[in-house]
Nanobody
Framework: QVQLVESGGGLVQPGGSLRLSCAAS????????MSWYRQAPGKERELVAF????????NYADSVKGRFTIYRDNAKNTLYLQMNSLEPEDTAVYYC???????????WGQGTQVTVSS
């Protein structure tokens, strides 16, 4: 059973940084594609960043390119999202997601709130 637990969210001032973590259990983490999504109030959930099984390939939404970095530690079954130069528009609930096959079923974490405000 796939279990994903996000942590690291909180309140940060514009220009600040946060690192989100996603602890994975109950499945073969190193064989799954992993992603971070976010959902702001009144908006649809959107893909923020994607990382391949080995970590050798990543993709980012245009809005976060150059500011966010996704990476994974397969030995620790953990996914990360380093977020720098945060903007108020980054305020959202951030979700960790796992999928075994591209285009297949997605498993979700419960989400962690990120609020960027002065």
């Amino acid at each position: 059973q796939v279990q994903l637990v996000e942590s690291g969210g909180g309140l940060v001032q514009p220009g600040g940084s946060l690192r989100l973590s996603c602890a994975a259990s109950g499945f073969a983490f190193s064989r799954y594609y992993m992603s971070w999504y976010r959902q702001a109030p009144g908006k649809e959930r959107e893909l923020v960043a994607f990382i391949s099984v080995t970590g050798g390939s990543t993709n980012y939404a245009d809005s976060v390119k150059g500011r966010f970095t996704i990476y994974r530690d397969n030995a620790k079954n953990t996914l990360y999202l380093q977020m720098n130069s945060l903007e108020p528009e980054d305020t959202a609930v951030y979700y960790c997601a796992a999928t075994y096959r591209l285009g297949g079923d997605i498993s979700w974490g419960q989400g962690t709130q990120v609020t960027v405000s002065s």
